[in-house]
């Protein structure tokens, strides 16, 4: 049996994945301690200052790297593909963000510096881009929702993707062997965010003026050229409509 370790396994995306691995032999990172539970082992664990990983890692097959915020990304790779590599890990696996080499914005650069560590590394690895989660534009227009005036940049367009969806392929690749850089993933339609705001508020039965706007900048002029986008992805299942419909 394998034992695979996954960091955010807490997370959105990890409590989707986990359940799929339950045939492996499963450890999870944690920040603080807890007791083994559904047949998880928890590792108490800092990525950032790379405190915990060497008895995490110790004895590993497979490593599923989902953890991740606004920060550290790449620091936080770093540490745990080091202490991969000491352990004799045999699959690095990383989600990572469409277009993280494109988009000029601290979080695509933390994602693309993630990525070119584990590839520089001595590690067996598979990384996946996938597009922003459907979650993450729900909190975008929900937060923008509660103004008075809903500002909406101009000219950007999204592909946001179904986390089940994302959890699913993450799973396959996880139990498979290394494959590289796999084929994106995103979600089956494109949506301008005009057109996310509106069917938030119709959703909801909610009304707001729209106010447009020009998203300034290096990230504004990629945003409206459609950097974030692969029209070549392949593609989930469940659309933005159905997302709103259930949650």
């Known amino acids: 049996m394998s034992t695979i370790l996954v960091t955010g396994g807490t997370g959105t995306l990890g409590c989707l994945v986990t359940p799929q691995l339950r045939d492996a032999k499963l450890r999870v990172l944690s920040r603080h301690a807890r007791k083994p539970a559904d047949g998880i082992e928890y590792f108490a664990c800092d990525l950032l200052s790379g405190d915990g990983l060497e008895a995490a890692v110790d004895g590993v097959d497979v490593v599923l790297h989902l953890a991740g915020g606004p920060k550290g990304d790449d620091v936080a790779t770093a540490n745990l593909v080091k202490a991969a590599e000491r352990a004799g890990v045999g699959h690095f696996v990383l989600i990572s963000v469409i277009a993280a080499d494109r988009v000029p914005l601290g979080y695509f650069t933390r994602k693309f510096e993630a990525e070119k560590t584990v590839i520089a590394s001595g590690l067996p690895w598979t990384i996946l881009r996938a597009a922003q989660f459907h979650g993450f534009c729900l909190d975008a227009v929900r937060a923008a929702a ?31 062997a290394p494959a590289g850089r796999v084929p994106d993933l995103a979600g089956p339609k494109i949506y301008t965010m005009r057109e996310l705001v509106e069917d938030y508020l119709r959703t909801n039965g909610k009304r707001r003026p729209k106010l447009p706007v020009r998203l300034p900048g290096k990230a504004g002029r990629a945003y409206r050229a459609g950097d974030n986008l692969n029209l070549d992805a392949e593609t989930g299942t469940r659309t933005w409509e159905e997302f709103l419909a259930r949650d």
């Not at 940049?153 to 498979?176: C, I, K, N, S």
């Open 146 to 176: 509660k103004l008075p005036v809903v500002p909406v940049p101009g000219g950007m367009r999204f592909q946001p993707v179904d986390a089940h969806d994302v959890a699913a392929r993450l799973a396959e690749l996880t139990l498979g």
